[in-house]
């Protein structure tokens, strides 16, 4: 069992940065790979980042990409997103995800575990 509290959201100016923590309960957080996604007023669930148990292998999704980094502390049972460059179209609630069936968790069906999820807001 892995529970996740995410922190770190809050009101941003277009082109600012965010960094939000995702803290797991437990002793097996080095074994989970963990993922952040967002949720838009009115859409889906969408996939941000990835990181593998290790930190070894990380992936992020096209709207992300080259502006957002995902990192991992196993000491402090931590994961990262490091925001920047946001943009308007970034506001949503980032939700942090754990999962052990993939290496890296890409999907919403690869998460066995949910944080409830931290408000980002990027106001233009």
């Known amino acids: 069992q892995v529970q996740l509290v995410e922190s770190g959201g809050g009101l941003v100016q277009a082109g600012g940065s965010l960094r939000l923590s995702c803290s797991a309960s437990?002793?097996?957080?080095?074994?989970?790979?963990m993922g952040w996604f967002r949720q838009a007023p009115g859409k889906e669930r969408e996939f941000a980042a990835g990181?593998?148990?290790?930190?070894?292998?990380?992936s992020y999704g096209d709207s992300v990409k080259g502006r957002f980094t995902i990192s991992r502390d196993n000491a402090k049972n931590t994961v990262y997103l490091q925001m920047n460059s946001l943009k308007p179209e970034d506001t949503a609630v980032y939700y942090c995800?754990?999962?052990?069936?993939?290496?890296?968790?890409?999907?919403?069906?690869?998460?066995?575990?949910w944080g409830q999820g931290t408000q980002v807001t990027v106001s233009s």
């Open positions: 990181i593998s148990a290790s930190g070894g292998m990380t």
């Open positions: 437990g002793r097996t957080f080095s074994t989970y790979a």
């Open positions: 995800a754990a999962g052990t069936s993939r290496a890296v968790v890409t999907s919403i069906r690869d998460a066995d575990y």
